[in-house]
């Protein structure tokens, strides 16, 4: 059985139709990305399927669920890491964590899931003296305790530095590898392309696009350019066989700054939305 | 898989409720505004009404009322669309908790908040105007009733009219403009017996005039003081009657209105 299964499903807002007939597969422990930009129904996708929001039609199971019938157990088994949550400001990390533990039959050891977001130094922190980065680990570590089957994670890193989003991602790694299957929404195509198994790209409300990053929208066999530095300056020559390409240009001598690129996942991207 | 069954309602409501307290007694303008307020008013306002004792027994017990009303009707009232503003209604619907269990954990913070405002205004009332507590057990018992539904029917009608405000910003005002119109009109600032018959009724209406008549019932010197009331006596079993009834009004409307989001579902 499929952890999240959606068929045709469509919600409106007054005359905006924000999802319009999505049909989604994702397979116990995969990690699943939905690009897309603002506005493609991301969001609205999501709340639907974590029991958050209601919809018009479609067929939609989570965890063998209807979300919109869903009880305790089942919410019991779902980890939702909210997008821009400023509650629990005067609780420290450690009580935060400890609380929402008690909501659960069987939770992680707190102590565990504050060391693991890396969050131990700051235990004795309210939430509302973290930086950004930190109360979306807090957040994430409320989203975890109740040791979820299937994590839910709309735009997790939107506004982290760098080194705050590489953290972050192999704390997402490190739980997918627990098998955890895990939903995420995301701008970042990086992130999509470091974290997911597979990826839907999401666009006015459907899907344009599945596939691991790899092969989306045919990028594997795309062709790839040939770009190297002569006297006339930069040349490219775009080609289904480099390699044949550069055996013959390299009979002249050595090529400067040679390259061999294909379509990046956003160049990809930015086609499919275009 | 695991087959462990999940915690009880009531044990999280409690578990709530202590978490809500620690949280409420962190932020300073809680303890300044919300615990001390009517307290303040007792101070100020007393100073220059309470020229003998019976006024100021009868002061401090409507002062008492107040107090509950604005904790359980305005301040949760006011913390239920702060949860809603702040995530705290969205995590909390995303986790097993049931909804039940966030409401006890509300009407704990309410009935412990009310509780401390009610013992400093006692504080100040006796020690500035000194005013008499009560003596007898009875008085107590009375006082422990009127107060217990006061509180949980007032914090349910708090609760149901927050479906109304989108912000906190906006709340102070659906939630304080009804608070200051009804001491008004319920005998707080003004003996109900000096409104028009017009004023009274709609008074009589609501809750406050009755929580305060309670309480009055409490404070008063001896029983005599009953004829002060609009009615002529302390009609107890009708505050009870009235109360009851708003308790059930208020189930029925939060279970109506309760909105977990701001944005449309």
């Known amino acids: 059985m499929n952890a999240i299964r959606v068929r045709g499903l469509k919600k409106a807002y007054k005359d905006h139709q924000a999802v319009a007939g999505v049909d989604l597969d994702v397979a116990r422990g995969e990690v699943f990305a939905v690009l897309g930009p603002n506005g493609a129904g991301k969001t609205t996708s999501v709340e639907i399927l974590e029991g958050h929001r209601d919809r018009d039609a479609g067929e939609v199971s989570v965890l063998g669920v209807d979300p919109a019938k869903g009880g305790r157990e089942w919410r019991s088994k779902l980890g939702i890491v909210l997008q821009s949550a400023t509650d629990a400001a005067t609780l420290t990390v450690r009580e935060a964590v400890h609380h929402y533990a008690r909501y659960y039959a069987n939770p992680r050891d707190p102590e565990e899931v504050i060391d693991l977001v890396g969050l131990t130094e700051k235990a004795k922190s309210r939430g509302s003296t973290l930086s950004g980065g930190q109360r979306r680990r807090l957040d994430v570590a409320l989203g975890i305790i109740g040791r979820p089957e299937l994590m839910f994670l709309d735009e997790p890193t939107t506004g982290f530095d760098p080194e705050a989003r590489r953290q972050f991602w192999s704390l997402i790694k490190r739980l997918a590898a627990e098998g955890t299957t895990i939903l995420l929404t995301t701008h970042y195509l990086d992130e999509a392309e470091a974290l997911a198994d597979r990826v839907a790209v999401l666009a006015g409300g459907r899907i344009v696009a599945e596939g691991a990053p790899q092969t989306l929208g045919g990028r594997a066999h795309a062709d790839a350019t040939v770009r190297w530095l002569s006297d006339r300056g930069y040349q490219e020559i775009r080609t289904s066989e480099p390699t044949k390409t550069i055996a013959e240009l390299s009979r002249h001598g050595e090529l400067a700054e040679l390259t061999v690129t294909r379509p990046s996942l956003e160049d990809v991207y930015l086609e499919l939305i275009a | ?265």
């Open chain 2, 1 to 265: 898989m695991t087959t462990a069954t999940l915690p009880g309602t009531l044990s999280l409501g409690l578990a709530r409720g202590a978490t809500e307290l620690r949280e409420f007694f962190r932020q300073k303008e809680n303890l300044i505004f919300t615990i001390s307020l009517p307290a303040l008013l007792m101070l100020l306002l007393g100073t220059v009404y309470v020229r003998e004792a019976a006024a100021g027994q009868m002061f401090a017990a409507s002062m008492i009322g107040a107090g509950i009303i604005s904790t359980s009707f305005v301040g949760l009232g006011m913390s239920v669309v702060a949860d809603r503003e702040d995530g705290t209604l969205k995590r909390l619907r995303g986790t097993p908790m049931p909804f039940t269990s966030y409401f006890i954990g509300k009407i704990v913070l309410v009935f412990v908040s009310s509780l401390f405002e009610a013992a400093l205004l006692m504080v100040v009332a006796v020690w500035r105007f000194d005013v008499e507590l009560p003596s007898s057990a009875e008085k107590w018992l009375t006082f422990a009733w009127v107060f217990t539904l006061g509180v949980i029917s007032c914090s349910l009608i708090g609760v149901a009219l927050s479906a109304i405000a989108k912000s906190t910003r906006n709340a102070a005002g659906v939630l304080n403009l009804p608070y200051i119109v009804l001491q008004f009109l319920s005998g707080v600032f003004i003996a109900q017996t000096m409104l028009p018959e017009s004023l009274r009724t709609v008074g009589s209406l609501f809750p406050l005039k009755w929580v305060c008549q309670g309480f009055r019932s409490v404070f008063a010197l001896n029983d005599g003081y009953a004829v002060m009331e609009a009615a002529g006596s302390w009609e107890l079993g009708k505050i009870a009657l009235v109360l009851g009834a708003w308790t059930i009004v208020g189930l029925v409307l939060v279970s109506r209105t309760f909105k977990w989001s701001n944005t449309s579902r």
